[in-house]
Protein backbone atom coordinates (compact mmCIF):
# COMPACT_ATOMS: atom_id res chain seq x y z
CA UNK A 1 0.00 0.00 0.00
CA UNK A 2 1.01 3.69 -0.99
CA UNK A 3 0.76 5.76 2.15
CA UNK A 4 -1.87 8.24 1.60
CA UNK A 5 -0.24 11.84 1.90
CA UNK A 6 -0.79 15.55 0.82
CA UNK A 7 -0.71 14.37 -2.87
CA UNK A 8 -2.89 11.69 -2.00
CA UNK A 9 -6.34 11.63 -4.10
CA UNK A 10 -8.51 11.54 -1.55
CA UNK A 11 -7.19 14.47 0.37
CA UNK A 12 -8.53 17.24 -2.25
CA UNK A 13 -11.71 16.85 -0.93
CA UNK A 14 -10.87 18.28 2.21
CA UNK A 15 -9.65 21.56 0.52
CA UNK A 16 -12.22 21.65 -2.47
CA UNK A 17 -15.18 23.40 -1.02
CA UNK A 18 -14.22 26.59 0.93
CA UNK A 19 -18.28 27.71 1.24
CA UNK A 20 -17.80 29.50 4.43
CA UNK A 21 -14.48 31.00 4.64
CA UNK A 22 -15.96 33.53 7.44
CA UNK A 23 -17.21 30.04 9.43
CA UNK A 24 -13.72 29.37 10.98
CA UNK A 25 -14.42 31.92 13.74
CA UNK A 26 -17.97 30.40 14.93
CA UNK A 27 -17.45 26.82 14.71
CA UNK A 28 -14.07 26.91 16.48
CA UNK A 29 -14.67 27.14 20.52
CA UNK A 30 -13.11 30.05 22.69
CA UNK A 31 -9.91 29.21 23.45
CA UNK A 32 -9.66 29.15 27.43
CA UNK A 33 -5.97 30.15 28.73
CA UNK A 34 -4.26 27.54 30.53
CA UNK A 35 -0.68 28.81 32.35
CA UNK A 36 2.01 27.28 30.47
CA UNK A 37 2.80 24.27 32.94
CA UNK A 38 -0.90 23.54 33.49
CA UNK A 39 -1.18 23.05 29.57
CA UNK A 40 1.86 20.41 30.25
CA UNK A 41 0.76 18.64 33.11
CA UNK A 42 -2.54 17.63 31.19
CA UNK A 43 -3.60 14.76 31.22
CA UNK A 44 -3.29 14.39 34.86
CA UNK A 45 -5.71 11.39 35.25
CA UNK A 46 -7.34 8.46 32.21
CA UNK A 47 -9.13 10.24 29.55
CA UNK A 48 -12.06 8.97 28.82
CA UNK A 49 -13.28 8.43 24.89
CA UNK A 50 -16.50 8.47 24.04
CA UNK A 51 -18.03 6.81 20.52
CA UNK A 52 -21.64 7.37 19.85
CA UNK A 53 -22.12 3.86 18.21
CA UNK A 54 -21.78 0.15 19.19
CA UNK A 55 -18.29 -1.75 20.06
CA UNK A 56 -17.51 -3.03 15.90
CA UNK A 57 -18.74 -0.07 14.32
CA UNK A 58 -16.64 1.83 12.09
CA UNK A 59 -16.33 4.17 14.74
CA UNK A 60 -15.61 1.73 17.54
CA UNK A 61 -12.96 0.65 15.26
CA UNK A 62 -11.09 3.54 14.94
CA UNK A 63 -11.24 4.61 18.29
CA UNK A 64 -9.80 1.33 19.71
CA UNK A 65 -7.00 1.77 17.15
CA UNK A 66 -6.03 4.84 18.22
CA UNK A 67 -6.29 4.66 21.78
CA UNK A 68 -3.60 2.70 22.55
CA UNK A 69 -0.73 4.78 21.11
CA UNK A 70 -2.49 8.08 22.06
CA UNK A 71 -1.96 6.28 25.92
CA UNK A 72 1.55 6.06 25.32
CA UNK A 73 1.76 9.48 23.63
CA UNK A 74 0.39 10.97 26.88
CA UNK A 75 0.96 8.68 29.86
CA UNK A 76 -1.87 8.08 30.62
CA UNK A 77 -4.53 5.92 29.94
CA UNK A 78 -7.36 6.13 27.28
CA UNK A 79 -10.26 4.35 27.73
CA UNK A 80 -13.14 3.59 25.15
CA UNK A 81 -16.52 4.37 26.17
CA UNK A 82 -19.64 3.39 24.17
CA UNK A 83 -22.94 5.33 24.08
CA UNK A 84 -24.86 4.50 21.98
CA UNK A 85 -28.22 5.83 20.82
CA UNK A 86 -29.91 8.56 18.43
CA UNK A 87 -27.06 8.18 15.34
CA UNK A 88 -24.53 8.77 17.43
CA UNK A 89 -26.04 12.15 19.44
CA UNK A 90 -26.02 10.58 22.36
CA UNK A 91 -22.43 10.16 22.65
CA UNK A 92 -21.78 13.41 21.30
CA UNK A 93 -24.03 15.04 23.64
CA UNK A 94 -21.75 13.36 26.68
CA UNK A 95 -18.46 15.20 25.60
CA UNK A 96 -20.63 18.25 25.24
CA UNK A 97 -22.05 17.78 28.94
CA UNK A 98 -18.60 16.93 30.41
CA UNK A 99 -17.21 18.54 32.43
CA UNK A 100 -13.91 16.47 34.38
CA UNK A 101 -11.57 18.04 31.48
CA UNK A 102 -10.55 14.47 30.53
CA UNK A 103 -13.18 13.74 28.38
CA UNK A 104 -13.37 13.42 24.38
CA UNK A 105 -15.00 12.18 21.89
CA UNK A 106 -14.68 10.52 18.49
CA UNK A 107 -17.68 10.30 15.84
CA UNK A 108 -18.57 10.03 12.38
CA UNK A 109 -19.69 12.81 10.31
CA UNK A 110 -23.36 12.74 11.01
CA UNK A 111 -23.75 13.96 14.71
CA UNK A 112 -21.42 17.52 13.63
CA UNK A 113 -22.68 18.03 10.51
CA UNK A 114 -26.67 16.97 9.84
CA UNK A 115 -28.43 16.33 13.32
CA UNK A 116 -29.70 19.69 14.12
CA UNK A 117 -31.13 20.34 10.72
CA UNK A 118 -32.51 16.72 10.70
CA UNK A 119 -33.86 17.06 14.83
CA UNK A 120 -33.94 20.47 15.49
CA UNK A 121 -34.32 18.82 18.98
CA UNK A 122 -30.69 17.85 19.16
CA UNK A 123 -29.74 18.69 22.46
CA UNK A 124 -25.87 20.02 21.96
CA UNK A 125 -24.75 22.90 19.32
CA UNK A 126 -21.17 22.32 17.63
CA UNK A 127 -20.31 26.07 17.32
CA UNK A 128 -20.96 26.37 20.92
CA UNK A 129 -20.67 22.98 22.90
CA UNK A 130 -18.02 21.52 21.18
CA UNK A 131 -14.22 21.82 20.36
CA UNK A 132 -12.93 20.50 17.19
CA UNK A 133 -9.56 18.23 17.93
CA UNK A 134 -9.03 16.32 14.57
CA UNK A 135 -10.28 14.49 11.44
CA UNK A 136 -8.93 10.78 11.91
CA UNK A 137 -10.05 9.00 8.46
CA UNK A 138 -12.34 9.43 5.45
CA UNK A 139 -14.03 7.02 2.82
CA UNK A 140 -16.12 7.65 0.08
CA UNK A 141 -19.22 5.91 0.15
CA UNK A 142 -19.34 3.27 -2.93
CA UNK A 143 -22.50 3.39 -5.25
CA UNK A 144 -23.53 -0.31 -4.95
CA UNK A 145 -26.04 -2.73 -6.88
CA UNK A 146 -27.62 -5.98 -6.70
CA UNK A 147 -26.44 -8.68 -9.63
CA UNK A 148 -30.27 -7.96 -10.62
CA UNK A 149 -29.39 -4.50 -12.25
CA UNK A 150 -28.77 -5.15 -15.60
CA UNK A 151 -26.37 -2.45 -16.02
CA UNK A 152 -22.85 -2.91 -15.84
CA UNK A 153 -20.93 0.27 -15.48
CA UNK A 154 -22.08 3.77 -14.17
CA UNK A 155 -23.54 5.44 -17.66
CA UNK A 156 -25.67 2.16 -18.15
CA UNK A 157 -26.79 2.34 -14.19
CA UNK A 158 -28.42 5.44 -14.89
CA UNK A 159 -29.93 5.14 -17.53
CA UNK A 160 -31.83 2.17 -16.71
CA UNK A 161 -32.98 3.93 -13.50
CA UNK A 162 -34.37 6.65 -15.67
CA UNK A 163 -36.04 4.13 -17.71
CA UNK A 164 -37.47 2.44 -14.77
CA UNK A 165 -38.79 5.58 -12.94
CA UNK A 166 -39.79 4.79 -9.66
CA UNK A 167 -39.96 0.84 -9.62
CA UNK A 168 -36.25 0.81 -8.59
CA UNK A 169 -35.68 0.94 -4.69
CA UNK A 170 -32.49 1.63 -2.53
CA UNK A 171 -31.03 0.79 1.22
CA UNK A 172 -29.77 3.27 3.60
CA UNK A 173 -28.82 2.69 7.05
CA UNK A 174 -31.96 5.00 8.05
CA UNK A 175 -33.17 8.31 7.02
CA UNK A 176 -30.77 11.19 7.30
CA UNK A 177 -27.86 8.67 7.63
CA UNK A 178 -24.98 9.88 4.89
CA UNK A 179 -26.15 6.82 2.48
CA UNK A 180 -29.50 7.87 2.47
CA UNK A 181 -28.46 11.47 1.84
CA UNK A 182 -25.75 10.50 -0.65
CA UNK A 183 -28.88 9.13 -2.71
CA UNK A 184 -30.94 11.91 -2.94
CA UNK A 185 -28.43 14.27 -4.07
CA UNK A 186 -27.58 12.00 -6.84
CA UNK A 187 -31.33 11.91 -7.22
CA UNK A 188 -31.53 15.25 -7.50
CA UNK A 189 -28.67 15.69 -10.03
CA UNK A 190 -29.52 12.80 -12.52
CA UNK A 191 -33.74 13.07 -12.15
CA UNK A 192 -33.74 9.05 -11.44
CA UNK A 193 -36.43 7.82 -9.07
CA UNK A 194 -35.97 5.25 -6.13
CA UNK A 195 -37.67 4.23 -3.18
CA UNK A 196 -36.02 4.45 -0.01
CA UNK A 197 -35.58 1.52 2.25
CA UNK A 198 -34.11 2.23 5.45
CA UNK A 199 -32.24 -0.36 7.52
CA UNK A 200 -30.54 -1.27 10.90
CA UNK A 201 -26.74 -1.25 9.39
CA UNK A 202 -25.07 -2.14 6.57
CA UNK A 203 -24.54 -6.06 7.36
CA UNK A 204 -28.28 -5.75 6.42
CA UNK A 205 -27.81 -4.00 3.65
CA UNK A 206 -25.52 -6.06 1.73
CA UNK A 207 -27.94 -9.05 2.69
CA UNK A 208 -30.64 -7.33 1.21
CA UNK A 209 -28.82 -5.96 -2.16
CA UNK A 210 -27.32 -9.80 -1.92
CA UNK A 211 -30.67 -11.10 -2.14
CA UNK A 212 -31.90 -9.16 -4.57
CA UNK A 213 -34.53 -7.44 -2.45
CA UNK A 214 -33.16 -3.96 -2.67
CA UNK A 215 -31.89 -3.07 -5.97
CA UNK A 216 -29.18 -0.07 -5.11
CA UNK A 217 -26.97 1.63 -1.90
CA UNK A 218 -24.25 3.57 -1.02
CA UNK A 219 -22.15 2.05 1.47
CA UNK A 220 -18.73 2.04 3.04
CA UNK A 221 -16.01 -0.14 1.25
CA UNK A 222 -15.43 -2.31 4.41
CA UNK A 223 -18.66 -4.01 3.84
CA UNK A 224 -19.27 -3.36 -0.05
CA UNK A 225 -15.67 -4.56 -1.57
CA UNK A 226 -15.15 -8.31 0.01
CA UNK A 227 -18.81 -8.92 -1.56
CA UNK A 228 -18.04 -7.28 -4.75
CA UNK A 229 -14.88 -9.03 -5.15
CA UNK A 230 -15.96 -12.50 -4.44
CA UNK A 231 -19.02 -11.78 -6.99
CA UNK A 232 -21.96 -11.17 -4.90
CA UNK A 233 -22.87 -7.56 -5.41
CA UNK A 234 -21.63 -4.81 -8.51
CA UNK A 235 -19.89 -1.75 -7.54
CA UNK A 236 -20.95 1.63 -9.82
CA UNK A 237 -18.76 4.70 -8.20
CA UNK A 238 -17.19 6.28 -5.83
CA UNK A 239 -18.59 9.71 -4.47
CA UNK A 240 -15.24 11.49 -4.58
CA UNK A 241 -14.28 13.48 -7.12
CA UNK A 242 -10.90 11.98 -7.16
CA UNK A 243 -10.26 8.15 -7.28
CA UNK A 244 -10.12 6.46 -4.10
CA UNK A 245 -6.76 4.54 -4.08
CA UNK A 246 -8.43 0.65 -2.36
CA UNK A 247 -10.44 1.01 -5.46
CA UNK A 248 -8.81 2.47 -8.24
CA UNK A 249 -10.95 0.10 -10.88
CA UNK A 250 -14.15 1.72 -9.89
CA UNK A 251 -14.75 5.19 -11.30
CA UNK A 252 -16.08 8.94 -9.49
CA UNK A 253 -19.62 9.11 -9.88
CA UNK A 254 -18.88 13.02 -10.65
CA UNK A 255 -17.36 11.96 -14.12
CA UNK A 256 -20.88 10.84 -15.45
CA UNK A 257 -22.47 13.44 -14.61
CA UNK A 258 -21.94 15.78 -17.17
CA UNK A 259 -20.68 19.63 -16.74
CA UNK A 260 -21.62 21.82 -14.00
CA UNK A 261 -22.72 19.13 -11.74
CA UNK A 262 -20.41 18.16 -8.45
CA UNK A 263 -20.48 14.75 -6.36
CA UNK A 264 -17.58 14.91 -3.96
CA UNK A 265 -18.35 13.69 -0.53
CA UNK A 266 -16.91 11.75 1.86
CA UNK A 267 -17.59 9.62 5.06
CA UNK A 268 -15.30 11.12 7.63
CA UNK A 269 -14.92 10.33 11.58
CA UNK A 270 -13.20 12.91 13.97
CA UNK A 271 -12.04 13.65 17.77
CA UNK A 272 -13.41 16.65 19.29
CA UNK A 273 -13.52 17.72 22.94
CA UNK A 274 -16.35 19.90 24.92
CA UNK A 275 -15.79 23.67 24.64
CA UNK A 276 -14.69 23.91 27.71
CA UNK A 277 -11.41 22.01 27.25
CA UNK A 278 -8.62 24.21 27.10
CA UNK A 279 -6.96 25.13 23.69
CA UNK A 280 -3.22 24.14 24.83
CA UNK A 281 -4.92 20.67 25.48
CA UNK A 282 -7.01 20.22 22.54
CA UNK A 283 -3.63 21.46 20.37
CA UNK A 284 -1.62 18.81 22.59
CA UNK A 285 -4.14 16.08 21.72
CA UNK A 286 -4.32 17.37 17.74
CA UNK A 287 -0.48 17.15 17.45
CA UNK A 288 -0.36 13.66 18.65
CA UNK A 289 -3.04 11.95 16.99
CA UNK A 290 -1.42 13.76 13.08
CA UNK A 291 2.12 11.71 14.70
CA UNK A 292 0.19 8.68 15.62
CA UNK A 293 -2.04 8.80 12.40
CA UNK A 294 1.38 9.31 10.44
CA UNK A 295 3.03 5.49 11.50
CA UNK A 296 2.61 3.08 8.92
CA UNK A 297 1.10 0.52 11.27
CA UNK A 298 -1.69 2.79 11.89
CA UNK A 299 -2.16 4.00 8.49
CA UNK A 300 -1.89 0.35 7.32
CA UNK A 301 -4.70 -0.77 10.23
CA UNK A 302 -7.27 1.90 9.00
CA UNK A 303 -6.48 1.56 5.17
CA UNK A 304 -7.44 -1.97 6.22
CA UNK A 305 -10.67 -1.13 7.64
CA UNK A 306 -11.32 1.31 4.33
CA UNK A 307 -10.48 4.30 5.83
CA UNK A 308 -7.52 7.02 4.74
CA UNK A 309 -5.65 7.90 7.39
CA UNK A 310 -5.54 11.88 7.71
CA UNK A 311 -4.73 13.86 11.36
CA UNK A 312 -5.50 17.17 11.00
CA UNK A 313 -4.99 21.11 12.64
CA UNK A 314 -8.69 22.05 15.07
CA UNK A 315 -8.74 24.15 12.15
CA UNK A 316 -8.89 22.20 9.47
CA UNK A 317 -11.51 20.06 11.34
CA UNK A 318 -13.41 23.15 12.65
CA UNK A 319 -13.57 24.12 8.23
CA UNK A 320 -14.85 20.27 7.43
CA UNK A 321 -17.41 20.87 9.69
CA UNK A 322 -18.80 24.36 7.99
CA UNK A 323 -18.39 23.16 4.52
CA UNK A 324 -20.59 19.90 5.04
CA UNK A 325 -22.86 21.45 7.44
CA UNK A 326 -24.25 23.93 4.57
CA UNK A 327 -24.17 21.38 1.94
CA UNK A 328 -26.03 18.60 3.46
CA UNK A 329 -28.15 21.20 5.45
CA UNK A 330 -29.24 22.51 1.51
CA UNK A 331 -29.52 18.95 0.50
CA UNK A 332 -32.21 18.81 3.66
CA UNK A 333 -33.92 21.50 3.46
CA UNK A 334 -34.72 20.46 -0.77
CA UNK A 335 -35.70 16.98 0.21
CA UNK A 336 -37.11 17.54 3.61
CA UNK A 337 -34.98 14.89 5.23
CA UNK A 338 -35.93 14.06 8.66
CA UNK A 339 -33.74 12.03 11.42
CA UNK A 340 -36.29 9.06 13.26
Excluded: C
Aim: glycine share 10%.
Amino acid sequence: MRDADASHPMVPFLRRRRLLQGALAATVAPALVLPAHAAAAWPQKAVRLVVGFPPGSSPDALARTVADPLAQALGQAVIVENKVGAAGTIGVNAVARATDGHTIGLTGNGPLTTAKALNPATPYDVARDLRPISLVGASPFVLTGSLGMPATDLPGLLAHARAQGDRLSYGSVGPGSGSHLAMELLKTLTGIQAVHVPFPGFPQVATALMGKQIDLSFMIPSIAAPQARSGRLRLYGVSTAAPFAAFAEVPPIQGALGAGKAFDIASWNAIFGPAAMPAPAAQRLSDEIARILKTPDVRQRLFDQGWQALGTAPEALSRQIAQDTAMWGDVIKRTGARSE
